[in-house]
């Protein structure tokens, strides 16, 4: 398994920006398909944002399109996201993820709560 450590989240106002850090170890990095998700009070978990092993961008969810971008650096075993215009809506713990042969998404971080004032 990689085990992955997600930080920089925090509290901003509405309008603001964040970025997301995950670094992984353990098993090669490159391998994987990575997902941001998150996780608001009340709510299930949900997919934001999904990027294949070679940096391809599969999938956004719409409230977070144009707004919100998903990189990853394999040399540095890290993947980022960068959270402009921010809402309150968009606050939750943010997970990063791991998905396994079959596209299944098996392997969480602990989260970062990210927190956005109005």
């Known amino acids: 398994q990689v085990q992955l450590v997600e930080s920089g989240g925090g509290l901003v106002q509405a309008g603001g920006s964040l970025r997301l850090s995950c670094a992984a170890s353990g098993r090669t990095f490159s391998n994987y398909f990575m997902g941001w998700f998150r996780q608001a009070p009340g709510k299930e978990r949900e997919l934001v944002v999904r990027?294949?092993?070679?940096?391809?961008?599969?999938y956004y969810t719409d409230s977070v399109k144009g707004r919100f971008t998903i990189s990853r650096d394999n040399a540095k075993n890290t993947v980022y996201l960068q959270m402009n215009s921010l809402k309150p809506e968009d606050t939750a713990v943010y997970y990063c993820a791991t998905a396994n042969a079959a596209g299944t998404f098996n392997n969480w971080g602990q989260g970062t709560q990210v927190t956005v004032s109005s």
């Open positions: 990027i294949s092993w070679s940096g391809v961008i599969t």
